[in-house]
């Protein structure tokens, strides 16, 4: 089972109908409900401090039956936190988040960085973005890629070392070696095959793959 959440981010509506799925869990962040709007889509859970929000978009809301959670304007935490929470407790084993990424560099950033919460582990989180998806992979672990050849994929530790990083599938190897944060040593990597294989021993490793045309939901 996968959740969907809609942050208040740039989105591109044909990307975001590419991956979307029939039985989807549909969670709008906040200003996120646009998208869901512009998509046709309802969700099944609104939730943030609805700001964002007109009082006909909340009546609609219920008059629809979405569950609608609201939080107060002054929090400490953004409803991009407070959607991955949610979801985090539901019976999913993935989450695609659209939307995420955009203009203001510190939403970006801090939205990456939302995914080494550590109630998101044991989830699979992918932060999709027109021709870019970004994971994070926990060590010990590993996670594989479908792309195309000539897609890139770029390797970047987050907080520390990742320790005993191998990849398969990628024209420059590494095989039980160690990236350093801080270094660019993992930007950039190739797809040979269709699918890339990172395996991580130790450490938070940022996985951002590009590809060379639109992403399609496998």
């Not at 969907?4 to 029939?22: E, K, Q, S």
């Not at 107060?72 to 935490?77: L, S, T």
Request: proline fraction near 4%.
């Amino acid at each position: 089972m996968r959740a969907v959440i809609f942050a208040n981010g740039v989105l591109n509506l044909a990307d975001a109908r590419a991956v979307l799925r029939p039985g989807d869990i549909v969670i709008a962040a906040d200003g996120g409900l646009r998208h869901c709007q512009e998509l046709g889509v309802t969700p099944a859970v609104v939730i943030g401090d609805l700001d964002s929000l007109l009082p006909d978009d909340i009546s609609a809301l219920q008059d629809a039956d979405v569950e609608i959670i609201r939080y107060p304007d002054r929090k400490d935490q953004t409803d991009l936190e407070l959607a991955l929470r949610h979801a985090s407790g539901l019976e999913i084993d993935e989450i695609l988040v659209l939307g995420a990424l955009g203009a203001r560099w510190d939403m970006t950033i801090a939205n990456i960085l939302l995914l080494a919460a550590p109630e998101l582990t044991g989830l699979t989180v992918r932060l999709i973005d027109s021709q870019q998806e970004i994971i994070l992979l926990r060590g010990e672990g590993k996670i594989s890629f479908h792309g195309r050849k000539g897609d890139t994929l770029s390797l970047l530790p987050l907080g520390q070392d990742a320790r005993g990083v191998t990849v398969v599938g990628l024209e420059y190897p590494l095989e039980n070696g160690d990236l350093r944060f801080g270094s660019t040593c993992g930007i950039s990597n190739v797809l040979i095959e269709e699918r890339a294989t990172v395996y991580l021993q130790q450490g938070l490793l940022l996985c951002a793959l590009s590809h060379q045309l639109p992403f399609t939901s496998p």
